[in-house]
């Protein structure tokens, strides 16, 4: 069985702004798609994850958004849904005093069996490390290997 993962805005980012030298982790960040690609993890994301992504690409790269659109649109994942997504993304949102638009990501790993969240968000995955099914990018491929 392969290992499920949620990828939040901060690791898919990288997916697509490669050229960029301000990212750090990187390398682990191309390691887990290409995990992806050759069919090793399964991806399992909230219904945000397109929208908040493509949000940060507008921003960052517009002149390349549309064609990363396409590439994006093409990911072939289970979508979290139902309202116990929800009511877990709010709880964790009061738990942690964080944005909401951060814990429905955890909260899409924790209503799944068995799913785990990477993150390259730091200052968010000390936050709810406690929780569980939490992992930072730098360290995925050490647990899924």
């Given at each position: ?77 289970g979508e979290a849904s ?64």
């Open positions: 069985m392969k290992p499920v993962v949620v990828v939040d805005a901060s690791v898919a980012i990288k997916w697509f702004v490669t050229e960029s030298s301000v990212e750090d982790d990187m390398e682990e960040a191309l390691d887990l798609l290409r995990a992806y690609r050759d069919d090793r993890i399964e991806l399992y994301q909230p219904p945000i994850w397109r929208a908040e992504v493509l949000a940060v690409l507008a921003r960052i790269v517009p002149d390349k958004t549309e064609q990363h659109t396409w590439k994006l649109l093409a990911f072939d994942y139902g309202s116990a997504l929800y009511l877990k993304a709010v709880q964790l949102s009061i738990q942690l005093n964080h944005h909401l638009f951060d814990t429905i990501y955890l909260a899409s790993a924790l209503v799944h069996p068995s799913a785990t969240l990477i993150t390259a968000d730091e200052r968010y995955r000390v936050k709810a490390e406690s929780l569980g099914r939490v992992l930072p990018l730098k360290k995925w491929s050490k647990v899924f290997s």
